[in-house]
């Protein structure tokens, strides 16, 4: 009987101490998620000071809480806000790199190429005085030409140095031949004889074949480093579907609805959440890798035997050389022209024979150490040197930049995830999506097909981003490009980051019309 009235007053005692722990939970303050959530920049009108039920909530769980409708809906919005924050701080650096070494690589590139026709002008200047002065358009044309192809104008390399060839051959055979008078059905006739005749030599063979691999690997190269700058800068910002904004809530915000403002996520359930809200920038990472690989073997070529230096920085030198031979041939090469077009009526003018062969005597050479001039065609080679060495260490400075860029797109789950910043390094103190302590389910693969099983965010597995879809396409297209670039092919231009704006059928289309 004494033990039935102890066991009595035991169940009596719990039920009180039960009432009486229910009593202080439920009047549990909210002083500090009303704290936290001022800081946000939130009003505290309607914030509760105590635990109210949390029945109307949709998103955290619906025990007591610290939050009403709108403070949820609010705290939804703060998610989906600080999310592309995250997003876009993460990739700040990378895509920074792709701005800033564009600018750098194309202002280093145009004015190597300025400095190389400035040497040209003055030495030709000084070497050929008038004669020069008078055919200067000429070669302005070439440089002119050099720029807009550089530029990505449609300019056919091979075609441009023919034709820059043949106009040196009629204007230099009127020259030689000034005592005759040549029509321009003649002159026409003249320039057909370029390639039989050979009247510069080899100079035009080498260097159509140094200056075309340069300059297809310099276009396609900076053409690249556009191209990687808009996919990187279209895919940092992120299309945030209504089930990754529910997940970012419930893992950012849930926990100032529970009372623990301060609490951080756990950080394998961190990795859950943004590898299912990061799938589709997952999927890029292939594409991607290729791309970038591409872009390495690009900048080794302009680091190798046909990098811009070899070319720009002697092409005065080679055109004078190319202009002596033809001197040197000059009484053959009419010959066979006269046989071939016909003998030309005379001018009624006496050919200044020993004006012409004055000019061309003064023969160019490359300047030795000891003997380069203190001239402005010095200073300008001297600055084009200067610029060339600057060029080498961005190029270098870039494939460094670029090495650093694998994988980034597959590691942003962990970059965003870091410990310490997003994330709590101690697992049994943080929050595991509903309290605090472990977080006990699997981390997901990333990539769109591997969150069929995300415990986190409902992902459409059967529905690809559009946008991301349009990126792979951009890079599949620039990275053919860089290989073609690679091996000295030239792919007529189109920018490579038109065909983010097409659907994805017509960006397929684009590219086998491509």
Not at 397 to 413: A, H, Q
């Amino acid at each position: 009987m004494y033990a039935m009235w102890r066991l009595q007053v035991a169940l009596c005692t719990l039920s009180v101490l039960s009432l009486s722990s229910g009593g202080e939970s439920k009047a549990r303050s909210c002083s500090e998620v009303r704290q936290a959530y001022n800081a946000k920049g939130f009003s505290l009108v309607n914030v509760p000071h105590q635990e109210i039920s949390g029945e109307h909530l949709r998103v955290c769980p619906q025990g007591y809480t610290c939050c009403t409708s709108e403070m949820e809906d609010k705290l939804n919005q703060q998610s989906k806000l600080e999310f592309e924050n995250l997003v876009e701080e993460s990739s700040h650096n990378m895509r920074t790199t792709f701005v800033s070494r564009h600018k750098k690589f194309d202002e280093f590139f145009l004015e190597l190429l300025d400095n190389s026709e400035k040497s040209l002008n003055s030495m030709f200047t000084r070497t050929y005085g008038k004669l020069y002065m008078q055919n200067s358009e000429v070669f302005q044309d070439l440089f002119t030409e050099l720029k807009r192809y550089y530029t990505g104008g449609n300019v056919n390399l091979e075609e441009m140095l023919n034709d820059f060839w043949s106009r040196l051959l009629e204007r230099m055979f009127q020259l030689l031949n000034s005592q005759y008078h040549f029509t321009d059905d003649y002159l026409e006739c003249v320039s057909k004889y370029t390639d039989q005749l050979k009247p510069f030599g080899d100079v035009p063979r080498k260097l159509k074949a140094q200056v075309t691999r340069a300059f297809i690997a310099a276009r396609t190269f900076v053409q690249g480093l556009m191209v990687g700058r808009e996919v990187a800068n279209r895919v940092a910002k992120v299309n945030i579907v209504p089930a990754c904004v529910r997940a970012l809530t419930k893992m950012l915000y849930c926990p100032y609805c529970r009372g623990m403002p301060g609490l951080k996520p756990c950080h394998n359930y961190c990795h859950n959440v943004m590898r299912g809200c990061l799938a589709n920038q997952a999927d890029l990472d292939a594409e991607w890798n290729l791309f970038i690989d591409a872009m390495l073997l690009v900048a080794d070529r302009l680091e190798g035997p046909f990098n811009i230096e070899a070319v720009i920085e002697p092409i005065d030198i080679k055109i004078s050389e190319a202009i002596m031979t033809m001197q040197d041939n000059s009484m053959q090469v009419s010959a066979k022209v006269f046989q071939g077009c016909g003998q030309p009526k005379p001018s009624g003018i006496g050919r200044s024979a020993r004006g012409i062969s004055d000019v061309f005597s003064t023969r160019f050479r490359p300047y030795t150490p000891e003997e380069r001039p203190t001239t402005a065609a010095g200073t300008s080679l001297d600055r084009l040197r200067v610029v060339w060495r600057t060029m080498q260490h961005s190029v270098t400075d870039i494939k460094e930049k670029l090495k650093e860029s694998k994988r980034f797109w597959s590691n942003l789950p962990d970059d965003i995830c870091a410990k310490g910043k997003l994330t709590e390094s101690d697992e049994e103190q943080c929050w595991n999506s509903h309290t605090k302590g472990r977080y006990f389910p699997e981390v997901v693969k990333e990539g769109l097909t591997n969150q069929v099983n995300n415990p986190e965010v409902d992902v459409d597995i059967t529905r690809p981003d559009t946008l991301i879809r349009q990126q792979i396409m951009a890079l599949r297209v620039m990275t053919n490009k860089l290989k073609n670039a690679y091996n000295g092919n030239d792919i007529y231009f189109q920018d490579s980051s038109k065909f983010s704006s097409l659907s994805g059928s017509q960006t397929e289309e684009a590219i086998i019309a491509h």
